[in-house]
């Protein structure tokens, strides 16, 4: 049977051992996003720039292009998922505690699902109205 | 981590604040809170994409708030923030792969990053003055 996750082994795999339970998959998606991020980041400031001097309807003709509009939207996607991860290593680094670190842990992907959702939602909206 | 004691009443060794601060590790801080400052930071994507997705008003009202002084001091917070932690990462990215990991490199790459951001940061908002 293949495994998808290499760096694992079976038995790992199916007793989620390792100190944190899961961190390979993580570390693997960290480090996909800050690739995608590289060049993803750039094309969200040159937006940015492009977007400083542009009033309401200047905004609402920019952002409903194709490409900036799928460009915003895969900064956001990349960038949604990044931050997740990076604030999880945060949280379980400095909360301690049974309850409150669950609840920080759970707040981390409602706020990032919430933002990403957020953002993408006003972008596709920009477009199709 | 300001506690001196742990519970019991035995006492905790230093661990913090034995260590000079040395430029690779203020280097490594900041990355970590320039990450989180990001994160939060989403919120006021949000609140500015939405507000252009819903009505003028609403757009105003962000674009008011974006141009006031705390509006800017935030941006500018922000711009320094994103290009500090996209200069880390690409650091973190060199590192991964061992490269320039020993002394002196990595005191360079740690002030490459540092003036890097700076720098980033202050070109940004000049082409953003140029073009606004």
Sequence with gaps: ?129 | MAETERPGGRPLSPHLFIYRPMLTMIMSILHRATGAALYLGTGLLAWFLLAASIDVTAFETASWFLRSIYGQAVLLGFTWALMQHFLGGLRHALWDRGVWMDHPQREWLAQATLWGGLALTALAWALAWLMG
């Design chain 1, 1 to 129: 049977m293949e495994s998808k996750d290499t760096l694992r082994t079976q038995r790992s795999r199916v007793g989620r051992l390792g100190a944190s339970r899961s961190g390979t998959g993580d570390n693997a998606r960290m480090r996909m996003t800050s690739i995608a991020l590289v060049p993803l980041t750039v094309a969200f400031m040159v937006m940015v720039l492009d977007l400083v001097s542009k009033d309401y309807n200047a905004v609402r003709s920019y952002l409903g292009h194709p490409l900036p509009a799928l460009l915003m939207l895969l900064f956001i996607g990349a960038g949604v998922l990044h931050m997740q991860i990076g604030m999880k290593a945060i949280i379980e680094d400095y909360v301690h505690g049974p309850h409150l670190k669950e609840a920080a842990l759970t707040a981390n992907v409602f706020f990032a699902v919430s933002a990403g959702l957020a953002c993408a939602y006003a972008v596709l909206r920009i477009g199709f109205a």
